[in-house]
């Protein structure tokens, strides 16, 4: 890489943006009065020393030790860069930290210790044990770090794994068994070459082992050439895997091999070396930054192969992000003294099982692609949010099993529950209403049916029996999509389609749409010609006949024009004057819901009181009690302007109509969502805590403010809730993710079932 080339620049700039590195520590608790100072230290701290001499496993919940691993380099050996001493490699471990904490929520200090004496450097560590619940070794040389790591396991009573070993092993495990799943050969048959015989190599090939490939059957080559039996100088480490062979170069072991195995050097497989390969090869050429070979010039002479490297810039890049997060996470969770032979093995199965499902909220982290299992997606990618449901519980399970939990996990279901909470932030508050709509399974059409986004969303919705899906599209379109995004809904059985090319109801769907329509300029001819171009017309038809209980429309198109279509063929319930619509967003605040976001652009008072009652009631469909705030410039009176004016007018109307309701105003947002703030300044305020529904006095302040709180707070979007129609309905937007379309199938479902006066 060159000293002008661009993303060098980039990265450099990167790291230098304010404030420098990547990772900072910051309180998890109040630090605002002198209360909180007392408690958190001097004299309240105390306390808390005293509990943990009485016990000491106490520290885990009254510390950070139970979530907090030490990521540890003495610099040897750092990704391609070789032995740069312990400060250079700082910046991979700070970045190693980040992936703990983006992944799976674990907090990381990096050490980088200057220090090459094996026995010095265990001793070092071993001593930092009371500060942490796991120790992750990095980037330390062979075979120093087989050393380290073998006498911290042996004296620690915590978890310490060496990633560069362990790591890349659980990844290229899981990737082998897929392709080997792929071509359809026995891993126990199968005849394996290997380049590179160091930490990796040889962990790399213990774990293969361990899945069932015959020893017998691997052949290892270094930079010395193959290793055979009496080869002068070999570790211990390595010489198991010795053979009684004349082979003693690359291209001897590779010949007829099945499996090429590469953790060594750039360009060491030749094109001619994999020509010789056996049919359907598997080639993991796992080199960085440069792989043993260019997977292009493996493909032109072997288009049959397998290719698998460890760049992101190829299919099937072996990542250890997609396991020392998640075998960590199941360790801590447990208060494993460990990471023994089955948790790791459990976490190989797990990561090939899930690449076997399909993929769904990709889209954003990589450019719109969403992969399906195959020959180039062997393993899933690190950005799948799905990794940390999927693959901890079998951890934290394998290490019960296996008797190294020291706090057992007693209900494994509600810990999945917890962790999928974390992972869909969402998840705490979809709980109630997804219990609600498994309980008593709705038929909800989706408009878009055949797009992308929605079949994806509806896979999941299936998965966890949310409703009865029916899609609006053409059959054929919908079943070839299906299959090239490795879905496993099945038209007819998992989902219904509409397709009204040939559906029969046709003319009875124009004539209904004319009769509603006609005294609005519509003339038979336009009606047909809208319903058979409108996907959104025909799923509001379907809702209005009975055909369906709710709908969602929205995810392509304008949602002005949708809302337009719903609203004039589903109508506005009873006592209702006008619609509006409610946004959620969830972060680690919190969730706040915000009205109107979509709907009434300068609404008066009357308009304002309405939808702020509706959304009232939805709350409580979540398990939320609302607490009201009306958002205003204006501070309890202190402005007279017409728009002050109406929020107290507003006020006033919902105090007549919901006495019980705790809702208060007009005031700014941060005494909103400060008590102590609001209190400060209006004593006798009837809103207690922080204010959870969020009223704004026109589109433009309600729409920006729930964006602005939602990428700047890093949160999680639901909704727009649809309120005021008289059919459950609700237009989402183009932005919308497959998780927020499960999330509204659930909402939608639930609203129907409340329309249909059942139990919920």
């Not at 040889?202 to 930079?223: Q, R, T």
């Not at 009684?244 to 750039?266: E, H, P, Y």
């Not at 299919?315 to 396991?323: G, I, M, T």
């Not at 099945?490 to 046709?506: E, L, S």
Request: hydrophobic residues 45%; neutral net charge.
């Amino acid at each position: 890489m060159s000293d002008t080339d661009p993303f060098k620049q980039a990265a450099l700039d990167y790291h230098r943006q304010a404030p420098a590195g990547k990772i900072k520590v910051t309180s998890t608790k109040a630090m605002v009065t002198q209360r909180d100072l007392a408690l958190a230290y001097s004299p309240g701290v105390a306390h808390a020393c005293e509990a943990i001499v009485a016990d000491p496993s106490q520290a885990s919940q009254l510390t950070a030790r139970g979530n907090l691993v030490a990521v540890i380099t003495n610099g040897t050996a750092v990704l391609g860069l070789g032995n740069i001493g312990p400060l250079a490699g700082k910046p991979v471990m700070e970045g190693k930290g980040v992936l703990f904490q983006k992944f799976a929520g674990i907090d990381v200090f990096d050490l980088e210790i200057n220090e090459h004496d094996p026995d010095k450097l265990v001793d070092i560590i071993a001593s930092l044990e009371p500060t942490f619940g796991g120790i992750n070794l990095e980037d330390i040389k062979a075979p120093e770090c087989f050393e380290v790591e073998r006498k911290l396991r042996a004296r620690m009573n915590i978890p310490v794994f060496h990633d560069d070993q362990h790591g890349t092993a659980i990844i290229v495990g899981a990737a082998m068994l897929n392709a080997l799943h792929v071509i359809g050969k026995d891993i126990g048959d199968v005849k394996l070459a290997t380049s590179g015989a160091g930490a990796a190599g040889i962990a790399c090939l213990d774990m293969l082992v361990a899945l069932g490939v015959n020893p017998e059957n691997i052949s290892v080559a270094d930079i010395d050439g193959v290793i055979y039996r009496g080869r002068p100088n070999l570790n211990p480490s390595i010489e198991r895997y010795a053979r009684d062979t004349s082979a003693r170069t690359l291209a001897d072991i590779v010949k007829g091999a099945d499996v090429f195995l590469g953790l060594s050097a750039a360009n060491v497989l030749k094109p001619e070396m994999v020509a010789t390969m056996a049919e359907r090869p598997v080639i993991f050429a796992l080199a960085n930054p440069n792989p043993e070979i260019d997977p292009a010039l493996a493909k032109s002479v072997r288009p049959d192969a397998i290719i698998a490297t460890g760049r992101s810039d190829y299919p099937n890049q072996v990542n250890n992000a997609l396991c020392f997060p998640y075998i960590f996470r199941g360790a801590l969770d447990v208060g494993a003294t460990t990471i023994n032979e089955p948790m790791k093995l459990a976490c190989v199965k797990a990561i090939a099982g899930l690449a076997r499902m399909e993929a769904t909220d990709l889209g954003s982290a990589y450019s719109g692609e969403t992969p399906h299992f195959g020959a180039d997606y062997l393993i899933p990618r690190p950005f799948d949010p799905r990794l940390l449901v999927s693959l901890t519980p079998p951890v934290a399970k394998a290490a019960m099993d296996s008797g190294v939990a020291t706090r057992p996990i007693a209900d494994l279901d509600a810990y999945r529950d917890r962790l999928s909470q974390w992972v869909f932030r969402s998840g705490l508050l979809m709980k109630p209403l997804f219990d609600k709509a498994r309980a008593n399974k709705q038929r909800v059409v989706y408009a878009e049916g055949e797009e992308e986004i929605v079949l994806r969303a509806v896979q999941t919705v299936v998965d966890e029996g949310l409703a009865h899906p029916i899609l609006v599209g053409r059959t054929a379109v919908i079943e070839r999509r299906i299959a090239r995004f490795g879905l496993r809904i099945r038209p007819g059985v998992d989902v219904t389609i509409t397709n009204i090319d040939d559906d029969p109801r046709f003319n009875e769907y124009w004539q209904l749409y004319h009769q509603i329509m006609e005294r609005k300029g519509i003339t038979p001819a336009a009606a047909k010609a809208v319903v058979r171009a409108r996907d959104t017309v025909i799923a509001a038809l379907m809702v209005r006949r009975g055909e369906a209980d709710a709908m969602l429309c929205g995810v392509v198109g304008r949602y002005v024009r949708k809302l337009k279509y719903v609203k004039e063929i589903l109508g506005v319930a009873p006592g209702v004057k006008d619609l509006s619509a409610m946004s959620a967003v969830l972060n680690d605040k919190g969730v706040s819901f915000f009205v109107d976001t979509h709907v009434q652009t300068d609404p008066d008072a009357e308009q304002i009181a309405e939808s702020t009652l509706q959304a009232a009631y939805r709350l409580k469909l979540f398990g939320v009690t609302p607490k009201v705030a009306l958002i205003s410039h204006s501070n309890f009176g202190s402005s007279d302007s017409v728009s002050a004016q109406t929020m107290r007018d507003a006020l006033a109307i919902i105090r007549e109509r919901s006495p019980n309701l705790e809702v208060e105003g007009e005031m700014h947002m941060d005494v909103a969502l400060m008590e102590e703030m609001r209190q400060r300044i209006f004593p006798n305020s009837r809103l207690s805590g922080r204010a959870n529904l969020l009223v704004l006095p026109n589109l433009d302040a309600a729409n920006a403010t729930y964006n602005l709180l939602r990428v700047m707070g890093d949160g999680v979007g639901i909704g727009p809730i649809l309120m005021g129609l008289a059919k459950s309905a609700h237009v989402l937007t183009p932005s919308a993710t497959a998780r927020r379309i499960v999330n509204m199938t659930a909402i939608a479902a639930v609203d129907a079932l409340v329309r249909a006066n059942r139990p919920v």
